[in-house]
């Protein structure tokens, strides 16, 4: 049975329900083993998408540039007469179809795959951020489940011309082997995916944007320095950094305070033994030029003030057997429930109280995957339904808690740091931060594919630790270099912020019962001066290329609002048409204009660069006019190399 409409196509071949339908300047698929189609839940697609004409027949749908087909009870996707992809197609013997579902018993709930024909040649981009993946996806398996420094963002962007979104947040796996590309949910109660075709890989992301939604503004007031480090324990250490950027005459736009401010995981507020004076110290700071931040853990201790409260409204995520708790770090704790709108208007309520009363309205969300202490999905139960069919939408409802009450209170220039996103968290203030990754050039080298990636999926604003996270000694020559060229590469990135756990370990300031702000262990300084005098004078001016910038930034940044496309564009993003801009994973463009070349190598003093088909100004101003081609730049300690696009 078929039935049409003038935007979709719903065939029911019996075993199998499916809806083809155009959805904004793309296609939307959806589809149920038996039964009616759940059509409640849209998940990334929550937006009314732009009205387009589209062209529905019998056995098509078509909109935009792309059209797809029915062959059977196989889908085959085009643009115009040009082959996109399709359902991979199996000979009969077989006994297999590309749509495949496993119920699970006594559950609405399946598991399913959709399993499209592999193409040779083709280069895959976008997914979020994967630690060991590759730039070029193609041959990876990814698992779709957000940890620490894994984030699963399912767009995936072609240069066979076309985006692909996995519409579904249950725990999963997406596989783009030689012989097949496999897209596969653990458990869920419809399959929905969504595709989009056009021109150029911009525009592809351009429609994509415009069904997911547009990212909030970056503020411009916080397109400066940001000044953060594990941890500042008490109000005296981190007025004394802020006092010396404002006495050495360094602007700062932001200074954060990290985790166990706090007594228990779950107060959610100042520990009056070490921040004694709150109101002072904002109101001292702003008379600095300098806006607080301040963490706040998604995690409730059963021993904080505020446990019994998130319990007794069942507002804490819950799990399947034994003990409830879901995170065990200096304390067992419970993750808040940030799929029910009920837990997020109780959670910002207290961030209202403890914080908002002293005029702090920025929150870094530590801990957003959530991160749980074991990664056993089919453990947990949220409000929305079980963890592993719902649990990837948590870190994007976690940030919306935030948004909601900041843009209900009236919060001018919302942005707050996020350690883990989904598609749709643009939406809601999201500066996303790639987690806790170590120190070292192999794992800067990591760091610049996934910020090109987040990019590619939808993520505009992307910053990763400056020197990285974890194992850095001030007093190391090779870390020391690191955080130069670190440095002068985040000087060219959405924000330019300071953080990570050094060493030498400064320690808690107490021994003793699990006491907040004195009983939590910090690390060494993190401060522009804290690493030598060369390394200083080097900071410095990159600190000051980064704030003559900020005119070009806030407009780079105001076309990826409007577009969607990042302000760190993967090279094939402004040169489609040239195939090694679709493999270049070691320089980017900063917004249009300016071609950026990271070193990423310890004692690299020149470097290769590939400059597109143009003209070229490098960084001493000479003039290159390029056919398309590598040229050797030197790359001397206190230059990245930085060429300026013709126009």
Not at 340 to 354: S, V
Request: glycine share 10%; proline share 6%; aromatic share 14%.
């Amino acid at each position: 049975m078929t039935e049409k409409t003038s935007a979709s196509l719903q065939v029911n071949f019996g075993h199998e329900t499916l809806r083809v339908e155009a959805w904004g300047r793309g296609i939307r698929v959806r589809a149920v083993p038996m039964g009616t189609l759940p059509l409640d839940r849209d998940w990334a697609l929550d937006l009314t998408p732009p009205a387009s004409p589209a062209v529905v027949t019998e056995r098509s749908v078509e909109v935009g540039d792309i059209r797809c087909e029915l062959h059977g009870d196989r889908l085959v996707f085009f643009s115009g007469d040009r082959l996109l992809f399709e359902e991979q197609s199996y000979p009969w013997s077989l006994h297999e179809r590309a749509r495949t579902y496993t119920m699970h018993a006594g559950s609405p709930s399946f598991a399913a795959s959709v399993r499209f024909e592999a193409q040779d040649g083709e280069v895959l981009h976008g997914m979020g951020q994967y630690r060991n993946a590759r730039y070029n996806l193609k041959g990876c398996t990814l698992e779709m489940a957000h940890r620490n420094s894994q984030i699963s963002v399912p767009f995936l962007l072609s240069s066979k011309g076309y985006g692909f979104l996995w519409n579904n947040p249950a725990v999963g796996r997406a596989v783009f082997a030689e012989n097949v590309t496999e897209w596969r949910a653990e458990a869920t109660e419809c399959v929905d995916y969504w595709v989009t075709a056009a021109p150029t890989p911009a525009e592809t992301i351009a429609n994509y944007t415009d069904v997911t939604g547009h990212a909030s503004p970056l503020p411009e007031s916080l397109m400066g320095l940001w000044q953060c480090k594990l941890r500042y324990r008490t109000q005296d250490e981190l007025m004394a950094v802020a006092r010396e950027y404002h006495r050495r005459g360094i602007p700062l736009d932001s200074i954060v305070i990290d985790f166990f401010h706090w007594d228990y995981q779950g107060d959610w507020c100042f520990d009056p033994e070490y921040w004694p004076d709150p109101a002072g110290m904002v109101k001292e700071l702003r008379e600095m030029g300098i806006r607080l931040m301040v963490s706040v853990w998604p995690t409730v201790d059963p021993r904080s003030k505020n446990y019994h409260g998130f319990a007794a409204n069942g507002y804490l995520l819950r799990t399947e057997r034994g003990l409830p708790y879901t995170m065990n770090f200096q304390g067992e704790t419970v993750f808040y429930d940030a799929t029910n709108p009920g837990a997020r208007k109780f959670a910002y309520d207290i961030l209202r109280k403890n914080y908002g009363q002293y005029g702090i309205d920025m929150f870094w969300l530590d801990e957003a995957e959530p991160e749980f202490t074991v990664n056993d999905y089919d453990h947990y139960r949220t409000y929305l339904g079980p963890y592993l069919e719902v649990g990837n939408i948590y870190p994007r409802m976690h940030s919306k808690m935030v948004y909601d009450g900041q843009a209900e209170d009236g919060v001018k220039d919302i942005l707050n740091l996020v350690r883990c996103a989904w598609v749709g968290s643009p939406r809601y203030g999201a500066l996303v931060w790639s987690g806790d990754i170590e120190s070292s050039f192999r794992e800067m080298k990591v760091q610049l594919q996934n910020g090109l990636n987040m990019g590619a999926a939808g993520i505009p604003w992307w910053i990763s630790d400056t020197g990285g996270f974890y194992g850095g000694n001030i007093e190391d020559p090779v870390f020391r270099e690191l955080m130069v060229r670190w440095f002068q590469w985040a000087a060219f990135m959405p924000v330019l912020r300071m953080h990570g756990d050094r060493m030498p370990d400064a320690g808690p300031l107490v021994h003793g019962p699990d006491h907040g702000g004195g009983f939590s262990r910090s690390g060494a300084p993190n401060e522009l001066w804290s690493y030598g005098e060369e390394a200083y004078e080097i900071l410095l001016k990159y600190a000051g290329i980064r704030r003559e910038m900020k005119d070009y930034l806030k407009k780079t940044a105001d076309e990826a609002v409007a577009s969607g496309l990042p302000v760190m564009r993967a090279m094939y993003l402004e040169y489609p048409e040239d195939p090694v801009c679709w493999t270049l994973w070691d320089q980017y463009m900063f917004g249009s204009g300016y071609l950026v070349a990271p070193v990423t190598e310890y004692g690299a003093r020149e470097r290769k660069v590939y400059l597109p088909a143009g003209q070229w100004t490098d960084t001493e101003g000479k003039t290159i006019d390029s056919e398309g081609g590598f040229v050797t730049t030197s790359a001397p300690l206190d230059i990245m190399p930085v060429f300026h696009r013709k126009g």
